[in-house]
């Protein structure tokens, strides 16, 4: 069985299954490993320049730990059957895909909206963003619900694909790892500016390539929806440099730009007002519908990425 193949199934069972949360799923465990290791290095540093080093040891750890460990089970699997090796590896692989996940979730926030249930709607996108959801209007749980989606196309879908397609499973969670370190410690907060410091830049690293190459599916997949092509590469172009992520701002810029609303503006963190730069000149005013439409955009990009990396790797 190709890796090609073990790709393609596992994106098939993501889809059918969604992502199951159990103890002992990779991503829950490499999440617990972070946890452990940084209490013991929190111990023994003290000083910004302690935390700082200490934050390159919890990121090198994890990471070469997830590349490791997924290569030695696959490893051992197929040495017992290739068979179980080629199990193993779809259900590995499977674990690093968020496509079901990501759109069951934004659904669900659409389905409370328009039951006009805001309390739930409120809480259930507290589950998806860092922002304080608590007294957000309609409009703001749309842009909060449409930015999640856009940004998450990418590291949820698009870059463990494409991993996946450069070195199999072992990669894939290897950068899974990398999405969790900066999930979990790459904040800018008193607690997490230095030790974090790292995870934080090796994450933009690690997405640099796929947000550019998923900004391209994106606007593909935009076409196949005959949505507007031209406005997502003009604001694309003048406004994903505005977002504070080098990588998050290109999905967020296309997606306000196809759909024709203004993403950004002022959030609340712990009670602590931000502002996002604008982004799309918001032809018209932001509504719930616009979250189905932006699940789909999602869920197209990931199908054509899937086809473009299994074309390349057929030729590769």
């Known amino acids: 069985m190709s890796m090609g193949i073990i790709i393609f199934l596992a994106f098939l069972l993501d889809i059918l299954l969604g992502d199951p949360a159990r103890p002992t799923h990779p991503i829950v465990l490499i999440g617990k490993f972070i946890a452990i290791i940084e209490r013991k290095l929190r111990q023994v540093a003290r000083t910004s320049r302690g935390l700082k080093a200490a934050g390159v040891v919890l990121w090198f750890l994890t990471v070469s730990l997830a590349y490791i460990a997924t290569y030695c089970i696959i490893k051992t699997a197929y040495k017992i059957s290739p068979w179980l090796g080629h199990g193993i590896s779809l259900w590995l692989t499977y674990t690093t895909l968020a496509a079901r996940c990501l759109a069951d979730e934004a659904l669900g926030i659409y389905c409370e909206i328009k039951k006009k249930d805001l309390e739930k709607a409120r809480k259930r996108l507290a589950c998806i963003v860092g922002r304080d959801t608590y007294d957000l209007p309609v409009d703001e749980i749309c842009r909060a619900t449409v930015e999640t989606v856009a940004e998450n196309t990418i590291d949820g879908i698009i870059s463990p694909l494409m991993y996946a397609f450069i070195g199999g499973a072992p990669l894939a969670m290897a950068y899974k790892a990398v999405n969790t370190l900066d999930s979990m410690v790459g904040y800018k907060n008193e607690r997490y500016e230095h030790m974090g410091w790292f995870s934080a830049r090796m994450d933009d690293v690690a997405n ?109």
Do not use: C
Request: glycine share 14%; no cysteine; hydrophobic share 50%.
């Open 208 to 316: 640099f390539i796929p947000a550019r190459i998923g900004g391209i599916l994106m606007l593909i997949a935009a076409a196949f929806l005959k949505l507007d092509i031209k406005g997502g590469v003009k604001t694309v172009l003048s406004d994903a440099k505005k977002h504070k992520s080098p990588n998050s701002g290109i999905p967020e810029a296309i997606t306000a730009g196809v759909l024709g609303v203004r993403l950004g503006g002022w959030n609340s963190y712990g009670g602590v007002l931000s502002f996002r730069e604008y982004m799309g000149e918001g032809l018209r005013q932001i509504q719930p519908e616009d979250i189905i439409t932006t699940v789909k955009l999602s869920f197209l990009t990931a199908i054509i990425g899937l086809i473009a990396g299994e074309m390349l790797f057929r030729l590769i």
